[in-house]
């Protein structure tokens, strides 16, 4: 399978996951093969999050592309941690690169969407909270319907995730002197 035909498969397949179709998995290569994909999706992704505001003539304040980037990638590094630690103790490793899989692909098409409404000058308060929503449903039904977790796992996975997020912009926003509430309100 040629990597352009994985993406239209990962773009049926996240779209799926969206509206909770629980045959969803089909449309993915959950395999490590398949992780070797989606990584190269998850490094596009933070690639895009660190340099497109300079390329789109919207730099963040005091932020250069390459803090950004490394920022974004740390903060991504300690989501990835959480999921591994949770499974871990929820004796379901099995369920890491399918769930990895899922979740950089994911990441890559909410990219493509929230830059594609930049780029178009795009900018609602409702279009925001809209893609929030949606970020949250792709979560939490990949979560479900890829590593089938009953309903107290998956708040439990939820949530550490979550605060691994915020913990990540947090101390990475104080290591590298970034007002992690500047750059929330720029992007």
Known sequence: MTFLEELVNAAIGVFNIAIGKRDAAKYFNLTIVGLLGATIAIIITLGLNGYAPAILGSPIDGVSSSKLLVYTAGVFAFQTSSALIILNLLNRL?????????????????????????????????LLITLAILILIIKINTIRIIIKLPIQHIILFFVAHLFAGLIGMIVLGSIMEINVLTLSSQT
């Open 94 to 126: 099995d369920a890491l690169v399918p769930y990895l899989v899922v979740d950089f692909w994911a990441g890559f098409f909410i990219t493509i969407i929230s830059l594609s409404l930049n780029i178009l000058k795009i900018e609602s308060d409702f």
